[in-house]
């Protein structure tokens, strides 16, 4: 999930992408975390029903850039 800065200076997540696996998920992070606009990124998992949208709480696995997640926790 690539993170920026909204129009307040305040970070904000955007798209999450999927990943096959928390290899990939941690190379995409890297890899979108210096793209034009964003500020970071961050590679995380999660089980869930994707039927139902019964999802647990993410794990992340990595983080790259500048990404203060204790941020966004409010």
């Given at each position: 999930m690539p993170f920026l800065r909204d129009g307040d200076?305040?970070?904000s997540?955007?798209?999450a992408m999927e990943?096959?696996?928390?290899?990939?998920?941690?190379?995409r992070a890297l890899a979108v975390s210096?793209?034009?606009g964003n500020i970071g990124a961050i590679a995380f998992s999660r089980t869930g029903d994707?039927?139902?949208g019964d999802f647990a709480e993410g794990v992340v696995l990595a983080s790259f850039g500048d990404v203060d997640l204790d941020a966004?926790?409010?």
């Open positions: 200076g305040m970070l997540p955007a798209e990943a096959p696996n928390g290899e990939a998920a941690r190379r210096t793209a034009s994707p039927d139902s966004l926790e409010g």
